[in-house]
């Protein structure tokens, strides 16, 4: 009876042991577990062309159609004909563009061009079903949503993409005056959009150019302004390339 407490600590030592062991054998059944998964695992990476060239063209051709409009080189009565330019030239390859900037892993840039895309064939059905040279409320309302989002978006970008973000930006500029046109009616405000469509133009081209020498000479041509993660996915090694690709959308199991 006397040796009754210390065989009971002994017992709980024991048992305090035992449970450690246990729980450590779980921890390496688990990391050998994982390690089965992982060399058992192959993530595949198919090298994709540079969409934006692509979007930069489209998106330039459709402002610049768009301000001919604007400014008159277009008369209204020829609305009809230019919504089905835009749905056929501008809304496809900005349509393209945007799958492939997912499958490139360009989860904004993707979204950005997503939504532009499908704005210029929502413009192009509006034009089409209204009398010239009638203004919807619907479209401008539209405009301005589009504005707000592309503004977040282009915030974004500033960080690693400053030239990507500043074409972003004058998007915002453009979409907002349309929108304002749209509800108001105000004939400067439809010829300021118009000037501004033809600056977008005119950097539409340079993006373009740039992005377009930069995927075939695998160097940057042209300056872009890259910096912070987007410098170093592009100068980085390829285990710089391919490290967060496990933690990706696509891989992990959730969104």
Request: aromatic share 8%; proline share 5%.
């Amino acid at each position: 009876l006397g040796n009754r407490p210390l065989l009971e600590a002994q017992g709980g030592y024991t048992g305090l042991c035992s449970a450690k062991r246990i729980r450590g054998e779980q921890r390496l059944e688990n990391k050998d577990r994982r390690r089965e998964v992982e060399d058992a695992t192959r993530i595949v990476l198919r090298p994709l062309a540079s969409p934006l060239p692509l979007a930069f063209f489209a998106f330039g051709s459709g402002s610049a159609l768009q301000s001919a409009l604007q400014l008159g080189l277009i008369p209204p009565e020829e609305g009809s004909i230019l919504a089905l330019v835009l749905s056929a030239f501008v809304f496809p390859p900005l349509a393209v563009a945007a799958i492939l900037a997912f499958l490139t892993r360009e989860g904004l840039g993707a979204t950005a061009l997503g939504l532009i895309s499908f704005s210029w064939l929502s413009t192009a059905i509006i034009l089409y079903a209204s009398p010239p040279p009638a203004t919807s409320n619907v479209l401008g309302v539209l405009s301005l949503i589009l504005a707000v989002i592309l503004l977040l978006l282009g915030i974004t970008a500033v960080f690693g993409k400053p030239i990507l973000a500043g074409f972003i930006l004058l998007a915002v500029a453009r979409y907002s005056l349309n929108g304002i046109y749209e509800l108001t009616e105000m004939a400067g405000v439809q010829t300021a959009s118009g000037y501004l469509g033809l600056v977008i133009f005119a950097a539409s081209l340079y993006g373009g150019l740039a992005f377009g020498l930069e995927d075939v000479q695998h160097k940057t041509v042209l300056p872009l302004g890259r910096r912070g993660e987007a410098l170093q996915a592009f100068e980085g090694d390829l285990s710089e390339q391919v490290g967060p690709v496990e933690h990706e959308a696509g891989v992990r199991k959730q969104l």
